[in-house]
């Protein structure tokens, strides 16, 4: 598996990487979930409203973090459920199940690492985000087929604008 990392040095960054990711998954069906990962602060609310702004009806969208919610809904096309699992380490809600087992729409999860194995679906990229003394590393991780082209045409399209990304070949084993 692949890791494509970017380096995204200001909130611009992450907000036009967050608009191009939204653009490409428009034209990726199979790919319904991002699942993020990073410490508080570090760029996954940001990255989300972005994302949810770009897509069609995102304009008419109170895009917020879900961290007392537990949950958003985006009125977009295709639909968005925004989740924040920060508080809920130990069991995943209900909505969460359902998002990530539906055909229609998109779940993004920011504390992804607490979603059982057996929730996850096919298909779904996996991104961390990390601090950096230049701004922030985005790490992309593709789960399924249709993920690995999505990442790959996304850091294309990253690296063709002449912003700053790069491909890790990780172990097959850890």
Not at 30 to 54: I, M, Y
Request: proline share 6%; aromatic share 8%; charged share 20%.
């Amino acid at each position: 598996m692949d890791a494509f990392t970017f380096l995204l040095e200001s909130l611009d960054d992450t907000a036009c990487l967050g608009t191009l990711l939204a653009d490409m998954m428009q034209s990726a069906p199979q790919v319904r979930a991002l699942l993020l990962q990073g410490d508080l602060g570090s760029g996954k609310t940001t990255l989300t409203r972005s994302f949810v702004a770009a897509l069609p009806g995102g304009g008419q969208a109170e895009i917020s973090s879900p961290s007392f919610t537990i949950c958003n809904e985006y009125p977009t096309c295709p639909p968005v459920l925004h989740c924040d699992l920060y508080r809920c380490p130990a069991s995943l809600p209900d909505e969460v199940w359902d998002a990530l087992d539906a055909d229609a729409g998109i779940c993004i999860v920011e504390w992804a690492q607490y979603i059982p194995e057996a929730a996850l679906p096919k298909e779904f990229l996996d991104i961390r985000l990390d601090s950096c003394e230049k701004g922030r590393f985005l790490t992309v991780m593709a789960h399924g087929q249709a993920s690995q082209a999505l990442a790959q045409e996304l850091h294309t399209a990253w690296t063709a604008s002449g912003r700053h990304g790069s491909r890790t070949e990780l172990p097959l084993f850890s």
